[in-house]
């Protein structure tokens, strides 16, 4: 079993920065895309950026120029840092990987989510 939990979420003021955190756990042989993704209320869900095995990160282009994605192999976790943080980022968000598994082929789950709200 591989589970994905998120953190990192909460309350923040309009330019301020949160990082959230994606971890895996389970039976993992390689983590091999990660994607963060976020849903506003009423909207679809959006795919903000992503991060291959190789290092290779991609943004949408509301993210891009204000977040970064990177990984932490040894800790088999993916992070989101947020700068610039702006009314419109709120929103749930979900981290999503493509792990191969040490038993059981591959696999793509999905995180819990977890809350950002930016207000003052």
């Known amino acids: 079993q591989v589970q994905l939990v998120e953190s990192g979420g909460g309350l923040v003021q309009p330019g301020g920065s949160l990082r959230l955190s994606c971890a895996a756990s389970?039976?993992?042989?390689?983590?091999?895309?990660v994607r963060w993704f976020r849903q506003a209320p009423g909207k679809q869900r959006e795919l903000v950026a992503t991060?291959?095995?190789?290092?290779?990160?991609n943004y949408a282009d509301s993210a891009k120029g204000r977040f970064t994605i990177s990984r932490d192999d040894a800790k088999n976790t993916v992070y989101l840092q947020m700068n610039s943080l702006k009314p419109e980022d709120t929103a749930v968000y979900y981290c999503?990987?493509?792990?191969?598994?040490?038993?059981?082929?591959?696999?793509?789950?999905w995180g819990q989510g977890t809350q950002v709200t930016v207000s003052s």
């Open positions: 389970g039976s993992i042989a390689s983590i091999d895309v």
């Open positions: 999503n990987a493509d792990i191969r598994t040490t038993s059981f082929g591959r696999i793509s789950p």
């Open positions: 991060i291959t095995i190789w290092g290779t990160t």
